[in-house]
Each structure stands twice: as C-alpha cells, then as structure tokens.
C-alpha cells in the first residue's frame, strides 16, 4: 500500500534538530528547528507551499487583553492545514502590548511587552507546529522520545525479548504448552509480562522448595 504524506513525514526522526530550553518553572520544553523542518518537507514534497496569515498587512491578530495571535497555512500534495499560536515568552506565557506581572510560588513573574522578534519567531514556530500536523516531528508535541516507527521496532524487540524470557522460565517451571499458556494469559505485552514472570518465578521457587525437602 502506498504511504501517505503523514505516514512518511510522521516517521522521520527529528531528534537531531531539536533544542532544549528550560522555563522558569523547571520544566524543559523541545523545539525543532523551523529551517530544518521546512528542508526535509520541500526534500520529499518540493511543491509544498506555506503562507503567513495577514490581517489589514500585518501578520497577527491582536487583542488589549489576551495579547497577540499568529496564523500560518500550509498545503502538500494538495493538502491544506492551518495552525495558530500565540505570542509567548520561553514560559510559554502570552505576550502583551505592554509588561505584566503574575504570581507563582516563588513570587511575582514579568512577562515582557512582545517585540517584532517575539512575534517573528511566533509565525515559525508556528509554521513548524503547522508541520506537526503533516506528522513532521508530531511525537514531540505528543511527549514521545522517538517516531512511531522506531517505536514500533523498538517494541517488537522489547517483546521478542520478554518472550525469550518467559518461555525460559516456563519450561523450568515444568509446563508443556507456552503457547497455550501464553494465551490463557491474555498475551505478552508491557503490561502483562511482570505479572507472568512473578508467577513463573513463583512456580520455579515452590518446586526447588519440595525438591529440598524431598
């Protein structure tokens, strides 16, 4: 089957564009590369197009009190998405015509009146989270570490390892049928596998535990 414009941009592996910064609060926020994000769609899809939403020539929306808005649209293989973020600071809090201050538990923070390279950098940000919608670099807005791809292989050798594992322990705990066993328990998986292995654990340590006292 033919993949999809998502399915090929969702399984690339951004991780070596990204950038860490980390907010007053501690928490580390990610970020990709807007450059990079565009050469790698234009690499595969050089028709691709995007536009910065203007509003009366200017590329915002603006109210007194929520602060600033900015729109980007992007189209692929015929395939349009829109996506809007707000101005904020690297708290991601949002950006006004003038400072204002708010409380947190560590007292009063200012978030500074926005300029045109907060805005600037808005629209980019912006267009990258545009991207996200194509599937470029989406686990990261998900909160995963890598694409599903490398996940999805990732997992099959976690499972064909917990599998080895387990049928070890089944055949010296004595049993004659994994695979039926294996099914009684609902499958292998992340889940289920602790609870499998403490039974078999459990199983093997009762049989050395007669054998002695034989």
Avoid at 8 to 27: C, F, M, P, Q, R
Avoid at 75 to 86: A, D, F, K, V
Wanted: with cysteine; aromatic share 12%; hydrophobic share 35%.
């Amino acid at each position: 089957m033919e993949k999809t414009v998502f399915d090929i941009l969702n399984n690339a592996n951004v991780n070596g564009h990204t950038e860490k910064v980390k907010t007053d609060y501690g928490k580390e926020l990610t970020y990709l590369s807007w450059a990079w994000a565009w050469a790698e769609v234009k690499k595969r899809y050089p028709d691709a197009n995007y536009e910065i939403e203007k509003f009366n020539g200017l590329p915002y929306v603006f109210d007194e009190l929520t602060g600033y808005m900015v729109y980007t649209k992007v189209t692929i293989e015929g395939i349009c998405h829109e996506m809007w973020l707000p101005v904020m600071n690297s708290n991601n809090k949002a950006m006004k015509a003038t400072p204002y201050t708010y409380k947190t538990k560590n007292g009063d923070k200012t978030v500074e009146a926005a300029t045109m390279f907060d805005i600037n950098k808005a629209i980019m940000r912006c267009l990258t989270k545009n991207l996200a919608m194509f599937g470029l670099g989406l686990y990261i807005y998900a909160g995963e570490d890598i694409p599903e791809a490398e996940k999805t292989a990732e997992e099959e050798v976690q499972l064909k390892a917990m599998t080895e594992e387990l049928k070890d322990l089944y055949i010296k705990a004595g049993g004659k049928n994994f695979e039926k066993w294996v099914a009684d328990c609902k499958g292998i998986s992340a889940e289920t596998y602790p609870t499998m292995k403490a039974k078999l654990l459990k199983q093997i340590n009762e049989s050395m535990a007669k054998e002695k006292k034989a």
